[in-house]
């Protein structure tokens, strides 16, 4: 999972007052539908029970469930069997996938000094599931390479993009060197991707307590934060290339299918990695030489930081069974009454590294809660219109392996009839945060205005939005005071949606509460457990109950409606921003880069180097061109008149229903480009795709705006056309759409 | 002494060309003098030693010279021999002054955890002044008050006003409680003056290791920075309200001087305070409850840095002999040839609070050299036309003693004769730093680009101008793309150049190279010694030779000039630029409190407030009136005018002489106030100011910036009025300067 999502971000006094008002009917219903609907879902809300939700946890992490190992497949049987139990009818569909485990990790500190990194993390009295040494997997990263190396060390900090400016800047180089960089601020994947970009050999990560330990709070077991053993394992596949298993790329790992051999899979690491804690880190940074680090390059260790190179050589030694393991996503069905054809997605993924109480067993527990809450109303009457799957997935810490491999292999019928996707993965305790497709932003916002904060007994909705404008003074609040939604973030990577967004186009929402808990503490380790959760999580699961009642909402209203209840002004608006950033991006690097050639050609550098510690002046770049934008313009307006138009045509035929439906579900799609983005095919969404150097991090119209970033001029106008070409696709299905309604 | 002073600030790529072309003449000089002028300086230039600069600081800094001990005395002596030993006329003049020392300095933790400070800075080995035990005087804060209190700790940060509010806002008070403070971001003397105003009883401060040790670089003697036992001294007195003796505000405290009892000085603080290492203050912050601190309230020990308040109590006691000292200033003076009348004044401190190599020798021991060199020009039949007086002052360290008294006893002589007051105090490696009144920013901008940087070889002028470029983008540096002069900071205080600008009103320049080495490293302590910079610092005294080539043009340039080269539109373009800021203060504030106004009446302090860690709004605060900004923004444009008119005439009339002087040394002294500042009217400049809550910071406008910033509404108008007649002052003075010039 990734850490907690993007919050809600603004404020608008006008929709305070429309909160608290006699409500509209909701969109995509008839005025008599919606309150009916409005009372199904009451009554749904009242059913997630907070001793089930501690139940489930504790049964789920009462033993170490990751890919391949027993307790994880029987999660599985077992999840299948409550699921049956509440009526639904259910299955395991099983796939299988390249899973690496280790067989050696070896690293030493070399010379004088010697140190073995221990490469463990410690059985703790106090907690009850921390002793399960057999069943546990070790500290590492997966899907490094098998590799034995020894060199000198370099400090990268957290080895992004703008750490390798600033060490060429000072003058060093990691070329053959092993570089160990702190956890943080980039997906971890991209810290081993760009040291081998750079030359390095070797890469060790590890969780600097500023970060990540007593920096934040009290260690474990006193406190919730990570100890000095303490150590986050994790995938470090290229998943920006492609995520799921690396041997069957854009095709379902079923039984039989055609894999490519190992050494041809490009996602693996091209150098040797671990991951260490900071106990084992100290004594290797403090071999390091060279210069103090720059300021905030520094860490919560009571040590003074340097960029290195060591004097003392490091030996890094790894080497991992890879093997194929099976996975067992567990997938419930709720046929549709009347509109059978069109499915309605939820899902939370069941494997972790460890027990994984926090991630995964904090969001897939209130996810069963709801499946058992929807049974319930099943047997009362209830009827959704569409069809309602509801999937547990396996194997989302390695490679988003369960999600993708179903996705992949059910392709053709998820393009045909998937309405929506609605994810979720740890959940915490605090402020509601979402990201998602922004057709489903005014959705979102209607579904969280009824569900009640736990905490300060306000809407979900009004309590992100309130505590957001905390931040933000009267200017920027200004462009929004008059919005009626607020602005939901864009989908990057680190969770099961990738799949349904980025490959097929299926409109998505990632959800969580979170904020108030250091709930990411013992992220990836042998202590997220049920222990930790529930002494210093979401311990009495407010927040379990909380999710479980907006996500069901989310699932509910969007099966009950009587047209798709998809909204595309914010959509336009959303794209309108993203467009005016690009062109400012490229009027801002243009700037950039003609100052830095200024103060090059003025000798600043020079002037400003110090000879005891020297700096070098950047190499001269080419001023980039101007592009031509208009494609890009031309679309975000029509996509503005397009969006109000239909909105229009909504408003006066509220239950249009399937023609209607048969349409919009091509809006979401109509941003797919079956080339895909450039050298990465497996991504289709021309909106929004995970940050090729930023993992996590989403780019939006990624393939415009990373042309400019990693400065490829020449393609740069060609990007910007297929861009455009894909939000006029989606002109072309509103007017459409308008049409279909209009016609009913 | 302050740390490393605020850098030139902009670039000009117009000014650089100037830089290489053939020199006009200098500013008020005729060509010809002109010429003969450079000839001189460059033979200074030529003259200062590296060798005696090493010998000058092992003489001075051989044992501990604190105001009152014997070697202070000796110093004082010794310069004395060597500026006659040069051929000057030289004499000490000697004061007296407050200068309590501590007899009872007690720190412990009581309860379960009892601790007791250890307050004291281990002799080591390697440093062979740093066992004079006898002669150092031991860690303590000067002018705090006598006390024995015991309550409970509370961390406040770096306790400055923000920090109090954020306290305020997580519902923590420091009412009968002992703070601690790291030291930094604000002058030390405000921690305990804002702890007291907030209630506590006693104050703390310690180095954090993140700021001020190993965060920084390699531990002492290892490398420059403070070891776990180092302790910063320094004076608390409320050096704001007036610096100098604090028995006799306003007066020279010569023998038989009248004193104010002590129970009646108002700068001392009013609770007990104490200086600590960070060795000594871990077991204090490690007894601290509460929640963990904020982010960047987090330092550099390997804890969990939390708010408190602690559990156990602490006890502080402190104790003090409040005698008064003599005090030895060693003036030398060089009479002026043809306009005797006219004072060209040049300081550095001699005293330290140990044996203060860097802090102040790194700085007097350049300044002995331009004495010496300037001796040598004499015997050459050098002429200057006015008179030059060396100040070595003592005092500076307790509260700016020797050079406050000095001023105060000659103040008469001093407001009739002074042209200029050119001061340093510690000197460091890199680039020129420079502060000063804006009528000298062209005067010194004129003598930095003759001198050159021994590391890179260009000017220092350019050097420090590049190298500020570099941190700038093109729309921050176009304002200035045409400005021929760097802009200089304005003065604040934290050195000897405040009694002649803020009481008097001289135009005064601060000074020093710094910023590539960490100087700072033991500021204060018994390691600030010549071991210490001989090692770490500038140890081959490169800069210091370069402080005494700058600092010694500077006295020749304004000694020997025709007309005295003060310039104004520079001025009036700062003084613009000071009025635009104190009307976008006024603005932001307004917008600040409606908008917090706004957010307490909509309850978004109530939504983003977890209940595990509750949060207190704010109170509603009355938003500001409108004020009435248009005699400052008048004053401003005649200021303006009259300066462009002034330089024109000076243009025509370099020679100009003695009349035009007469009227110019009144430019300055236009600004002050009889009435001085609300609440200290020592400081009698409405231009510049240390601000009251910031110390070393300076404020501008400081009548109407405080005001506004202190929320006292209904003055404000009236300070503004104030402000701007003394700019009109100002700008009648240059109206009578013009026409004398003319008139010649």
Known sequence: MRLFPALFLIASVAAYAADSQQPAPLRGYTAEHSAAESAWEQKFRAMPDAARLRENMQRLTARPHHVGSPYDKNNAEWLLAQLKSYGLNAKIEQFEALFPTPKLRKLELLGADKFTAKLDEPVLDLDPTSNQKDEQLPTYNAYSRDGDVTGSLVYVNYGAPADYERLEAMGISVKGAIVIARYGQTWRGIKPKLAAEHGAIGCIIYSDPKDDGYGQGDSYPDGPMRPADGVQRGSVMDMPVYPGDPQTPGIGAVAGAKTIPLDQVETITKIPVLPISYADAKPFLLALGGQPAPNNWRGGLPITYRTGPSKAQAHLAVAFNWDRKPLYDVVATIPGSTLPDEWVIRGNHHDAWVNGAGDPVSGASPELEEARALGELLKQGWKPQRTII???????????????????????????????????????????????????????????????????????????????????????????????????????????????????????????????????????????????????????????????????????????????????????????????????????????????????????????????????????????????????????????????????????????????????????????????????????????????????????????????????????????????????????????????????
């Open 390 to 744: 509801y999937g547990f997935w396996d194997g989302e810490e390695p490679a988003l392996l369960g999600s993708t491999e179903w996705v992949e292999t059910h392709a053709q019928e998820l393009s045909q009839h998937a309405v929506a996707y609605f994810n979720s993965d740890g959940n915490s305790r605090g402020l509601f945060g979402v990201a998602g497709s922004h057709s489903l932003e005014n959705f979102i916002n209607s579904v969280t205005k009824d569900v009640e904060d736990p905490e300060t007994k306000m809407s979900v909705w009004k309590r992100a939005r309130l505590a957001g404008d905390l931040g933000r003074d009267s200017d920027a609040r200004a462009e929004d005071r008059n919005r009626a939604d607020s602005r939901i973030g864009a989908l990057g990577s680190g969770s099961d949606y990738s799949g349904f967004v980025h490959h097929l186009g299926i409109p998505s929402v990632n959800m969580g509460f979170g904020g108030e808990d250091e709930d990411g503490g013992q992220y990836h380790s042998i202590y997220d457990d049920f222990y930790w959760y529930t002494h210093f999580v979401d311990t009495d699961f407010a927040y379990g109950k909380a999710l479980a009642q907006t996500a069901g909402t989310m699932v509910m209203r969007m099966a009950d409606a009587d047209t798709i209840p998809y909204q595309f002004t914010d959509q336009a608006d959303t794209v309108r921003n993203y467009v005016n950033e690009v062109k400012k991006l490229s009027d801002t690097m243009r700037k950039q880069i003609k100052d830095r050639n200024s103060n090059i050609a003025e000798g600043a550098y020079a002037a400003a180097s110090d000879p005891k510690k020297p700096t070098v002046a950047p190499k001269v770049d080419a001023v980039p061109p101007y592009f031509n934008f208009a494609p890009l313009d031309q679309a975000a307006d029509d996509l503005t008149a397009a969006s109000s138009e239909y909105d229009k045509a909504l408003g006066s035929h509220p239950a249009a229903g399937a023609k209607a439906d048969a349409v919009l579900m091509g809006a979401e799609r109509a941003f797919l480009d079956p080339r895909g983005l450039p050298n990465r095919p497996w991504y289709a969404h021309m909106l929004y795709a995970p940050g090729l150097y930023t993992g996590y991090g989403v780019k939006t119209l990624p393939a415009v705006r990373e042309a400019i970033e990693q400065k490829q001029w020449p393609v740069v106008d060609e990007q910007i056309a297929r861009t455009a070409a894909a939000i006029e696709r989606e002109v072309e299905v509103l007017r459409k759409a308008t049409s279909a309604i209009s016609a009913e």
